[in-house]
């Protein structure tokens, strides 16, 4: 198998900025949302229902009524990232690639986060979101993100998103602009797989 960097993230993080660059310096496609619609068009599903459980709140009724039909979402997205992994030369952002290919070896696992005043302040901007309203609105965005990936990785993997162990390079970008983050990432990348 081919190398593959997955990149997990806080929203606000830098995390798709950070795939995008190491995308420019590898010469490597970033893959993301993509694959839930790839994954449903494969198995006949509708993609909103595969995203759903990767961006929203699992609730006590997703807990007790929607199981069966997460774990074959799960499935579906599973299969697909197991197909990017085998073609490899990838990088694969978010839907809990890490995790699903935690048994593969020449994956190396990304974790990106940032002060949460920051990532705020980076989703408003982003969104073009001005005074205090819209600080507002991107804080209730960032905060129903943070608490939405926790649950998910939990609910469908049964971890705690911020283990550690999850990763083989956790980082606070913080202070940190895209190409430092970028070098950073190639640089260890390239000092682990050498």
Same mark, same amino acid.
């Given at each position: ?71 074959? *979402? ?5 299969? %697909? ?6 073609? $490899? /030369?990838? #990088? @694969? ?73 999850? *990763? ?5 970008? %913080? ?6 983050? $970028? /070098?950073? #990432? @190639?640089?260890?990348?390239?000092l682990v797989r050498g």
């Amino acid at each position: 198998m081919k190398n593959v960097v997955t990149i997990s993230r806080q929203m606000g993080s830098g995390g798709r900025s950070a795939a995008d660059f190491l995308s420019d310096r590898l010469g490597w496609p970033v893959v993301g949302k993509e694959m839930v619609t790839e994954a449903a068009a494969k198995k006949g599903i509708d993609p909103g229902k595969i995203e759903r459980i990767f961006e929203h709140r699992i609730t006590l009724q997703d807990r007790l009524t929607v199981q069966q039909k997460s774990a074959k *979402y799960l499935a579906a997205i599973k299969d %697909t990232i197991q197909e990017y992994a085998e073609k $490899g /030369d990838v #990088i @694969l952002l978010g839907r809990g690639a890490h995790i699903i290919l935690s048994d593969h070896p020449n994956v190396f696992r990304v974790y990106l986060n940032a002060e949460l005043d920051v990532r705020i302040a980076r989703i408003a901007q982003k969104n073009n979101l001005k005074g205090k309203k819209g600080l507002e609105s991107a804080r209730q965005t960032v905060v129903e993100s943070d608490y939405a990936r926790a649950s998910y990785h939990n609910y469908l993997f049964g971890v705690d998103s911020f283990d550690p162990l999850l *990763y083989d390079l956790g980082l606070n970008t %913080t202070w940190m602009a895209v190409k430092q983050t $970028g /070098d950073a #990432i @190639l640089s260890v990348f390239e000092l682990v797989r050498g």
